[in-house]
C-alpha cells in the first residue's frame, strides 16, 4: 500500500516545514508555561542527564538519574542535596526533560510562590508549537486543514503570550 506512506511522508513534509520554517523567528520568542503549582514533590529526570543550577552553582546529573524538589520556607529544596534556593533551573543535557513521566523540549524552571511550588516549562515557539500539534493535531486531516491549524496555533500562542506575565509565565 503506497498511498499511506506516501501520505504520511507528505504530512510529515508539510508539517516539519510548518513548523520549522520561517527563517527561525519562533526560536528567538521564549514561551513560558505553567505546568503544575503543587506541595508535593517534584521529580525531574532526563535521558541524557541534567544540569541544575541554584543561582550561581551549578551541578551535573548522570543521565537517567532523578532529582526530586520539594517546598520549604527558605525557597525549593533539592532533596537529594539538601540545598534550597528561590528559583531552581533544570536543564536537560540532550532533547527533552521529564516532570514527572512526561516529556518537555526546553528546560523547566521551579521556584516557590507562597505556600507552592511552580514548575514552569521554557522553551521556543516552534518548540511549543511542535508539542501542541503533537496533542492537538492529526495526520489524517487535509493538507489545508493542518496549514490552517498551525496559523491558528501560533496566532493563539503569540495573542496570549503576556497574558500572565505578571506571574511569571
Same mark, same amino acid.
Given at each position: 500500500?503506497?498511498?499511506?506512506?506516501?501520505?504520511? &511522508?507528505?504530512?510529515?513534509?508539510?508539517?516539519?516545514?510548518?513548523?520549522?520554517?520561517?527563517?527561525?523567528?519562533?526560536?528567538?520568542?521564549?514561551?513560558?508555561?505553567?505546568?503544575?503549582?503543587?506541595?508535593?514533590?517534584?521529580?525531574?529526570?532526563?535521558?541524557?542527564?541534567?544540569? $541544575?543550577?541554584?543561582?550561581?552553582?551549578?551541578?551535573?546529573?548522570?543521565?537517567?538519574?532523578?532529582?526530586?524538589?520539594?517546598?520549604?520556607?527558605?525557597?525549593?529544596?533539592?532533596?537529594?542535596?539538601?540545598?534550597?534556593?528561590?528559583?531552581?533551573?533544570?536543564?536537560?543535557?540532550?532533547?527533552? $526533560?521529564?516532570?514527572?513521566?512526561?516529556?518537555?523540549?526546553?528546560?523547566?524552571?521551579?521556584?516557590?510562590?507562597?505556600?507552592?511550588?511552580?514548575?514552569?516549562?521554557?522553551?521556543?515557539?516552534?518548540?511549543?508549537?511542535?508539542?501542541? &500539534?503533537?496533542?492537538?493535531?492529526?495526520?489524517?486531516?487535509?493538507?489545508?486543514?493542518?496549514?490552517?491549524?498551525?496559523?491558528?496555533?501560533?496566532?493563539?500562542?503569540?495573542?496570549?503570550?503576556?497574558?500572565?506575565?505578571?506571574?511569571?509565565?
Amino acid at each position: 500500500m503506497r498511498v499511506p506512506w506516501l501520505f504520511l &511522508a507528505a504530512w510529515v513534509l508539510v508539517l516539519g516545514v510548518l513548523l520549522l520554517g520561517g527563517e527561525g523567528r519562533g526560536k528567538d520568542i521564549e514561551v513560558r508555561v505553567l505546568l503544575s503549582r503543587t506541595q508535593g514533590e517534584i521529580s525531574c529526570s532526563s535521558p541524557w542527564g541534567l544540569e $541544575v543550577r541554584l543561582g550561581k552553582r551549578v551541578f551535573t546529573i548522570p543521565s537517567r538519574r532523578s532529582v526530586s524538589f520539594l517546598f520549604s520556607p527558605s525557597g525549593v529544596l533539592w532533596k537529594e542535596k539538601s540545598i534550597a534556593a528561590p528559583v531552581v533551573t533544570v536543564r536537560p543535557k540532550g532533547e527533552v $526533560v521529564y516532570f514527572g513521566k512526561r516529556p518537555y523540549r526546553g528546560y523547566l524552571e521551579i521556584r516557590k510562590k507562597k505556600e507552592n511550588l511552580e514548575v514552569i516549562n521554557v522553551l521556543s515557539l516552534e518548540d511549543y508549537l511542535k508539542g501542541t &500539534a503533537k496533542l492537538e493535531a492529526n495526520p489524517s486531516w487535509p493538507e489545508e486543514a493542518l496549514k490552517a491549524w498551525i496559523v491558528v496555533a501560533r496566532t493563539y500562542a503569540l495573542k496570549n503570550l503576556g497574558r500572565h506575565r505578571e506571574e511569571g509565565f
